[in-house]
C-alpha cells in the first residue's frame, strides 16, 4: 500500500493553494523551489490547477441587474422614510396634545380645590 | 452626480437627506448587490430580491458605515450575508443562464467543448455548501482580496484559505472528471468501425 507524500515543511495545503493560485507568499518559503520537489505541495498544486478559468469566464460575463431592483430599493426607502417622518410628527404632535391638556386641567384642578 | 465619490454620496443621502443621492447611489451598487447574490443563491428571481433586500439594508444601517471604509466592501459584506441567510433556507436551485464562453477566436467544436466545461464547473459550484460558494465568488468572480475577504465573510484568514482550497479543489475534480469522460468517448475502440483500406480492385 502507497502512502501519500507528505510535505517536509508540513505546509498547510490551503496555503500551497493560495500561493499557487493568487499568489500569496508563505512566510520564510521559496514557494517554487519547495515545490520543485516536494511532491505533497504539487500534488495540491495540480488539485486546483485550472479552477480559475471559471472564475475569469464568470468574471467577464457579470449579468446587470434589472433596473427594478434599486427602483424598488428607492421605493421602499421613501416608505420608510415617510413612516419614520410621519411617526415624528405624530409623536410630537402627541407631546403637544398632552401639554396643552396639562396646562388646562392643572389650573382647572387647582381652582376645584 | 457620476462623478461624485460613494463617501460623498454617503453624506449626501444620509445627513441631508438627499434623494438624488440615494438614487445615485443604488443604481451604481445595484449591479455588484445583484451579482454576488446570483452567484451564492444561483437563482435569478431570489437574487432580484436578494439585491434588493441588501440594498434597503444597507441605507437603514448607513448610520453605522464608517466613511474611511469602502461602501462597496461594505455591501458585499451585508449582500453575501443575506443571501447566505437565504441559501440556507432553499433546497431548490435554479440555474442563472450560463454566460458565452471566452475566445471570440474559438471555432464552433472549441465553444461547444468551453460551454460544456462551463456547465460542468457551475453544476459543481451549485454542489458546494453555500459558505465555500460565497468565498469562491468573492475571490474569483469579485476579485476581493484575502483580507477583504475575511472582513467580509467575518472569518480568519486561515478560514479563507481553506475554503477557498476546497472550493477550487472541488472545481478542478469536475472539470478533469469531464475531460477524462470526453477523453474517453473520443478513444475508438477495437468494436468502432474505422476507415476502410483502399481496394485493391479499384483503379
Redesign the interface.
Known amino acids: 500500500m502507497s502512502q501519500a507524500p507528505h510535505c517536509p515543511l508540513d505546509l498547510?495545503?490551503?496555503?500551497v493553494?493560495?500561493w499557487a493560485?493568487?499568489g500569496?507568499p508563505v512566510d520564510d518559503v521559496d514557494m517554487p523551489a519547495h515545490v520543485a520537489t516536494c511532491q505533497a505541495c504539487q500534488a495540491?498544486v495540480a488539485?486546483?490547477?485550472?479552477?480559475?478559468e471559471?472564475?475569469?469566464?464568470?468574471?467577464?460575463?457579470?449579468?446587470?441587474?434589472?433596473?427594478?431592483?434599486?427602483e424598488?430599493?428607492?421605493g421602499?426607502?421613501?416608505i420608510?422614510?415617510a413612516a419614520t417622518a410621519l411617526a415624528a410628527a405624530l409623536a410630537d404632535a402627541g407631546a403637544r396634545v398632552a401639554a396643552a391638556a396639562v396646562d388646562y386641567l392643572v389650573p382647572r384642578h387647582r381652582r376645584d380645590e | 452626480m457620476e462623478q461624485i465619490s460613494d463617501a460623498e454620496l454617503v453624506v449626501r443621502a444620509r445627513d441631508r437627506g438627499d434623494g438624488v443621492a440615494l438614487d445615485e447611489l443604488l443604481r451604481r451598487h445595484r449591479d455588484t448587490a445583484y451579482r454576488v447574490a446570483l452567484r451564492i443563491c444561483l437563482n435569478p428571481a431570489e437574487a432580484e430580491d436578494i439585491a434588493q433586500e441588501s440594498l434597503v439594508r444597507a441605507w437603514r444601517s448607513l448610520d453605522r458605515f464608517r466613511s474611511d471604509a469602502a461602501f462597496s466592501t461594505w455591501l458585499y459584506r451585508i449582500t453575501t450575508n443575506t443571501a447566505l441567510k437565504r441559501a440556507g433556507r432553499r433546497k431548490d436551485v435554479v440555474m442563472a443562464e450560463l454566460p458565452e464562453p471566452l475566445g471570440p477566436d474559438l471555432d464552433p467544436a472549441g465553444r461547444v467543448v468551453q460551454r460544456e466545461r462551463l456547465a460542468v464547473a457551475t453544476t459543481a459550484l451549485a454542489s458546494l455548501p453555500p459558505q465555500q460558494r460565497a468565498c469562491w465568488v468573492l475571490r474569483e468572480v469579485e476579485g476581493l482580496s484575502y483580507d477583504e475577504l475575511a472582513e467580509v465573510l467575518g472569518l480568519t484568514l486561515a478560514a479563507v484559505k481553506g475554503r477557498l482550497f476546497r472550493a477550487r479543489a472541488e472545481l478542478t475534480a469536475a472539470l478533469a472528471r469531464y475531460d477524462e469522460d470526453t477523453a474517453t468517448e473520443d478513444t475508438p475502440t477495437e468494436d468502432t468501425p474505422t476507415e476502410k483500406p483502399p481496394s485493391k480492385d479499384l483503379p
Not at chain 1, 488539485?47 to 480559475?52: F, I, K, M, T
Not at chain 1, 471559471?54 to 434599486?70: D, E, F, K, T
Open positions: 498547510l495545503p490551503a496555503d493553494a493560495a493560485v493568487d500569496e495540491v488539485a486546483v490547477a485550472g479552477s480559475d471559471v472564475g475569469l469566464v464568470l468574471r467577464n460575463a457579470g449579468p446587470a441587474a434589472p433596473v427594478a431592483v434599486s424598488r430599493a428607492a421602499r426607502i421613501r420608510e422614510r
